[in-house]
């Protein structure tokens, strides 16, 4: 196997205790992704936009990896690895990934909307907070893409698929573009598919091959076959 490209979505992370966005009990189940997930409603009610950041950073600062992130870094030592996410935690860097592609952004980040700068960012983020390149107050923003906003990375992503010798989604619902379509892409370049996931995705009729069941179990078992 020589380049496998992997991507992951919040099914990755449910059993870190991570809540997924359109299972039974998800965000989306909660929140209006309108309100809080998109440039809109940032303006509408920044104060809303930024606590339900808040919130989401403070799970994820403590949440830890679980044996899935894990394996996945283990398979990366071994073999040729893309890891693109969609997620917008750190566990697959905490759980021993090195090279992680955050399509969606990450929530340990902020970009300023005044001047494009981005850096680390731990705590909670208020409308008081200030840029510190451009000095701007109002502007500061979790570096997170919001519905109407491009992803991130989709040049690289591109190029990986097309050296790609094997395509595997792992926890994720199929139901957001660009990244629900990366599987018909790979297939298009001849690349097998395979779908990990708890349930079929939207796009499960896509892969050529399929493994249902929780990430915990069913990653680390796949990692090992590949390297036994
Ligand atoms: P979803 O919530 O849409 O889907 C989560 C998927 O994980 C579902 O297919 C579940 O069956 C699966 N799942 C749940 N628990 C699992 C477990 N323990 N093991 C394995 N799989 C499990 O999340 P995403 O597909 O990641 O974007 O959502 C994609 C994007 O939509 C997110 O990045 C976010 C969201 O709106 C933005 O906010 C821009």
């Not at 997924?20 to 997930?37: E, H, P, Q, S």
């Not at 693109?84 to 300023?112: F, K, P």
């Not at 109002?138 to 991130?152: A, K, L």
């Amino acid at each position: 196997m020589d380049h496998i490209v992997l991507l992951t979505g919040a099914g990755i992370s449910a059993e870190s205790g991570l809540g997924t966005f359109r299972d039974a009990d998800g965000l989306w189940t909660r929140y209006d992704l309108a309100d809080v997930a998109t440039p809109e409603g940032y303006v509408r009610d920044p104060d809303l936009v930024l606590d339900f950041y808040n919130a989401r950073r403070r799970n994820c600062a403590e949440a830890a990896p679980n044996a899935a992130h894990r394996a996945l870094a283990r398979l990366a030592e071994a073999a040729r690895v893309t890891l693109i996410t969609q997620n917008i935690d750190d566990l697959h860097e905490r759980g021993g990934s090195g090279e992680v592609i955050h399509m969606h952004g990450e929530i340990m980040r902020a970009l300023c909307g005044n001047c494009g700068h981005r850096w680390g960012w731990r705590g909670d983020m208020g409308r008081a907070d200030r840029c510190p390149s451009c000095q701007s107050t109002g502007s500061v923003r979790p570096d997170v893409v919001w519905f109407g906003e491009i992803p991130y990375h989709l040049e690289r992503i591109s190029a990986a698929l097309s050296s790609a010798d094997l395509f595997v989604a792992i926890g994720t619902s199929g139901a957001v573009y660009p990244a629900a379509g990366f599987v018909s892409e790979a297939r298009a370049l001849g690349v097998e598919t395979l779908e990990i996931n708890l349930d079929p995705s939207e796009v499960a009729g896509q892969f050529d091959r399929q493994i249902l069941g929780k990430a915990t179990e069913t990653v680390p078992l796949w990692v090992e076959g590949l390297l036994s």
